[in-house]
T-cell receptor, first 114, second 114 residues
Framework: NAGVTQTPKFQVLKTGQSMTLQCAQD?????MSWYRQDPGMGLRLIHY???????DQGEVPNGYNVSRSTTEDFPLRLLSAAPSQTSVYFC?????????????FGDGTRLSIL | DQQVKQNSPSLSVQEGRISILNCDYT??????FLWYKKYPAEGPTFLIS?????DKNEDGRFTVFLNKSAKHLSLHIVPSQPGDSAVYFC?????????????FGAGTTVTVRA
């Protein structure tokens, strides 16, 4: 039972490069989301999706794009990497979109932008 | 501006004693609260939650207390065990569909000493 799988685990980019962080879940969850974790800041919501074909912005969406073509996958795209995007990125999912739906997290992608 | 605050970045406790983690929030629309636990190189995992209609929720060694008038909640771990050494995140959301998004605190690192 894989749960939420994120790839890659580590990545180093140069400023201006683009890349896609992959996230897949095998629990048939409707809701998926992306967070970034920075020192002293907790986890901040970047984008989220309440189902295939539906996405919306979170607290810190600038510089990131998402799409949800299937229930299972929710990739996060960095369009033109900046040093301020150096962070640990977590993907999460829950069965439904709701307030009493604890989220299941992947193990994170540690991203460094030089 | 962070709406969920964990003012103690770290806590050290002896094995067998009680760990008390505190969390304050500012948004009066929050009425559902969760605690997540995170080990290094892993994603956060859901620990325990509480709805604002309650002032206490207990699950084994873990108890969460909510003081809504003070906008304060706490997590008690009794007795503390070495495996409890981790980062603990407090999170909050509203119960209306436009308030579902989770807001996280910055985390408290708990170290349980043998």
């Amino acid at each position: 039972n894989a749960g939420v799988t994120q790839t890659p685990k580590f990545q180093v980019l140069k400023t201006g490069q683009s890349m896609t962080l992959q996230c897949a879940q095998d629990m048939n969850h409707e809701y998926m989301s992306w967070y970034r974790q920075d020192p002293g800041m907790g986890l901040r919501l970047i984008h989220y999706s309440v189902g295939a074909g539906i996405t919306d912005q979170g607290e810190v969406p600038n510089g990131y794009n998402v799409s949800r073509s299937t229930t299972e996958d929710f990739p996060l795209r960095l369009l033109s990497a900046a040093p301020s995007q150096t962070s640990v990125y977590f993907c999460a999912s829950s069965r439904k979109w709701g307030y009493n739906q604890p989220q299941h997290f992947g193990d994170g992608t540690r991203l460094s932008i030089l | 501006d962070q709406q969920v605050k964990q003012n103690s970045p770290s806590l050290s406790v002896q094995e067998g004693r009680i760990s008390i983690l505190n969390c304050d929030y500012t948004n009066s629309m929050f009425d559902y609260f969760l605690w997540y636990k995170k080990y290094p190189a892993e994603g956060p995992t859901f620990l325990i939650s509480i709805s604002s209609i309650k002032d206490k929720n207990e699950d084994g060694r873990f108890t969460v207390f909510l003081n809504k008038s003070a906008k304060h909640l706490s997590l008690h771990i009794v007795p503390s065990q070495p495996g409890d050494s981790a980062v603990y995140f407090c999170a909050a959301s509203g119960s209306r569909s436009n308030d579902y998004k989770l807001s996280f605190g910055a985390g408290t690192t708990v170290t349980v000493r043998a």
